[in-house]
T-cell receptor, first 112, second 114 residues
Framework: DAKTTQPPSMDCAEGRAANLPCNHS???????VYWYRQIHSQGPQYIIH???NNETNEMASLIITEDRKSSTLILPHATLRDTAVYYC?????????????FGQGTELSVKP | GAVVSQHPSRVICKSGTSVKIECRSL??????MFWYRQFPKKSLMLMAT?????????EQGVEKDKFLINHASLTLSTLTVTSAHPEDSSFYIC??????????FGQGTRLTVV
């Protein structure tokens, strides 16, 4: 079973920041937080991941709370192409047997 | 991100035949590969995990004789759906992870069994 909880859907205005929350209150010390997104009928796309520290890349920022029980994915300037289902996943590294188990995700709709 | 190529993207086959789906990591060595199945408007369901040179580990409820997985090299894994039936019609997706940990996904294969 997925170890994360996400709202089923969210709306965001184009050009504004999209903040997608994720609850992972049972996360273990060696588990990472990963974010992926899936645009209709395509394979999921890797966005970002982190362990304890906040992370930023060209796509998004990941803010992890100090207790690591929740995190927020931030798309700083959402575009219509960011409309997708966003998945938050916690897992250990593959060489430790980590699997990617998908929950239901958040369906983000970016509106003009 | 790294590139994972999945082939074919779409396949239609007759009931009772077998279908092979290939998953290749093009620019990194995939020590672990994952195979998923996805039904319309549903999330991805993990079917099995394979490590290069080892037998795949199947999730509960997935028939290993039905869904044959081979991970013979660090860049290639295959999923063969044997004796396919209409209920096997689905979207199949592979994912590959290297030693760095991040996993990257193929484009998916839409299988239709008629």
């Amino acid at each position: 079973d997925a170890k994360t909880t996400q709202p089923p859907s969210m709306d965001c205005a184009e050009g504004r920041a999209a903040n997608l929350p994720c609850n992972h209150s049972t996360i273990s010390g060696n588990e990472y937080v990963y974010w992926y997104r899936q645009i209709h009928s395509q394979g999921p796309q890797y966005i970002i991941h982190g362990l304890k520290n906040n992370e930023t890349n060209e796509m998004a920022s990941l803010i992890i709370t100090e207790d690591r029980k929740s995190s927020t994915l931030i798309l700083p300037h959402a575009t219509l192409r960011d409309t997708a289902v966003y998945y938050c996943i916690v897992r250990v590294a593959p060489n430790q047997g980590g699997k990617l188990i998908f929950g239901q995700g958040t369906e983000l709709s970016v509106k003009p | 991100g790294a590139v994972v190529s999945q082939h074919p993207s779409r396949v239609i086959c007759k009931s009772g035949t077998s279908v092979k789906i290939e998953c290749r990591s093009l620019d990194f060595q995939a020590t672990t590969m994952f195979w998923y199945r996805q039904f319309p408007k549903k999330s991805l369901m993990l079917m099995a995990t394979s490590n290069e040179g080892s037998k795949a580990t199947y999730e509960q409820g997935v028939e290993k004789d039905k869904f044959l997985i081979n991970h013979a090299s660090l860049t290639l894994s295959t999923l063969t759906v044997t004796s396919a039936h209409p209920e096997d019609s689905s979207f199949y997706i592979c994912s590959a992870a290297g030693t760095g940990g991040s996993a990257f996904f193929g484009q998916g294969t839409r299988l239709t069994v008629v």
